[in-house]
């Protein structure tokens, strides 16, 4: 029997005791799914095991976007094509974009039918085809796998509501709120403000119903191998229209246990563990994305081991947010010990870098860190809030909160790149001053971001410094979700102004392609400082050097290199003997490189 049969079976035996007898079913649909994949994506899958790294490459830049918002369907993103290949985007994530009842759907990630496209997006043939145009412009296609739950319009919810027992097992069904009070002891909220409570009341069916997110989420239940074997064929049916990278939302929430909290459980990384296999056996070519928004400690196990691996890919959510708070504290020391602890994970681990997402910025730090520095968890949450939406008298930042829960002094953040680093205050304002500060940080947070290991993926708009869309106020059906701030249309019309030199957007754009560039021709970028104000991130390869210094602070500071010989100034092109005592200006940004 061949190992990954071995393995499959005896992860599928720990999780589902007794009913083992299924798995058939299960390999059944795999071979189905195997002899159903297209040709070409076969020829794929097979160049790209002959070189698995295919995807770690620096040249590869990512972008995450909203199909209708940024170009109203799919064959309108298919017509953009030459604009993200302009940004030197080559891995695309396109947000859920599967069909989805209006209004309750929580931006697309509450899916009522997995084979089929929102009609106003089009349709599955044209996403194949969107695919296939991804595939001969040499860009890779990601596409969110919505596996916690379902819409409560899924048809498998409106069976158990009519119901059908053996749609009621494939949620969590209670008769009354005896078990459901009980997890709510130990279970925290995702939502408290807007969705509080992890189950919601069906009246018209006298039931309480599992809903860790919205209420018309309805959660599914792996225990059932039933639920298990349908969504790994809801899978293989995307990957077999072209998907090459499988996002797995919100993967930590998918094994539910009484007297915990719900979250990386261990049935979990047995769950991820067989879709690896799955995947490696009938499309080796996919690769599996884990949404893990937790604390390093909690993400790192779903990379799996080297023998057993689980995702291909992770979010450096904490980076992210360590950045944004460093970038209001003017303080790189957590950072840095953030980045020292990333540095320290084995080199084969490949993290998503990014600065804004299409969810909100959750405050995550690593808060016993920050206490060292007399900085508790309730105030610095306060302070950060507060600079971020602009209350203090000093910073131009606007954002916008999200989930005030005033009991938990816990809000979490919205707002774009640009908004929040001033420029929409800087814009409104006229000021000429604002706006190079504005635009300094906005790129020196780039650059940070870009010279870390691992996958760079944008934000579509942020390349073009999109602001604020405050208009989803005005909409009823996004009014109570405030993460739709940064969610607005995509702005053609100032995109366009990209073309002028010395635009905001010209600046912004072509400094970002520079940055990008230097990333792409630059080998150091394949694999600390005695300034607080100042990160300094070293790379090494093969003889060179790479000392990236970026300095989060508006004032100048002075940095020491103490190593003597000749520097390039990579982003000027000119070579530098001996540096010892450099200044940086507000918010500068260097990038030298080293040769031993
Ligand atoms: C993920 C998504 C988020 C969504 C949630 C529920 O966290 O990123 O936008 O609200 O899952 O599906």
Known sequence: MPPRYDELSRLYGQLYRGREDTLGVLLTAMEEAYQARPADLKESDRAREADPGWYRQRSRLGMMLYTGPFAGSLRGVADKLSYLQECGVNYLHLMPLLESPKGRSDGGYAVSNFRRVQPELGTMADLEALAGDCHRRGISLCLDFVMNHTSEEHEWARRARAGEREYQERYFFYDNWDIPNRYEQTVPQVFPTDAPGNFTW???????????????????????????????????????????????????????QLGTNCRNLPQVHTLVRMLRIVTEVVCPGVLLLGEVVMEPALVAPYFGTPEKPECHMLYNVTAMCTTWHTAATHD??????????????????TFQNYLRCHDDIGWGLDYPFLARFGMGEVPH?????????????YGASRGALYNDDERLGDARLCGTTASLCGLE???????????????????????CMLSQSGIPVLYAGDEVGQRNDWGYRNDPEKAGDSRYLHRGDFQWDEAALRQEPDSVQCRLFHGLRQLEEVRQSN?????DAGNDAVLALGRYKDGEKLYGLYNFSPEPQKVWLSETGTYTDLLRGTPMENPGVLTLGGYEFLWLLKRM
Do not use: C
Request: charged fraction near 20%; charge should be neutral; proline fraction near 7%.
């Open 202 to 256: 069906q009246p018209d069916i006298g039931k309480v119903v599992m809903t860790t997110f919205y209420p018309y989420q309805w959660d599914l239940n792996y225990a059932n191998p039933v639920v298990f074997r349908e969504m790994t064929e809801n899978l293989l049916f995307l990957t077999n229209r072209g998907i090459d990278v499988i996002r797995l939302d919100a993967v930590p929430y998918i094994w539910k």
């Open 332 to 349: 790189v020391r957590l950072l840095r010990h953030q980045l020292n602890q990333v540095a320290a994970l084995p080199r084969g681990y």
């Open 381 to 393: 949450k306060r302070f950060l809030n507060d600079y971020f939406t602009g209350k203090l008298p």
């Open 425 to 447: 205050t800087a814009m409104e304002t006229g000021s000429p001053a604002m706006t190079e500060q504005a635009l300094a940080l906005d790129l020196m947070l780039h650059a």
């Open 523 to 527: 080998p150091i970028f394949d694999a």
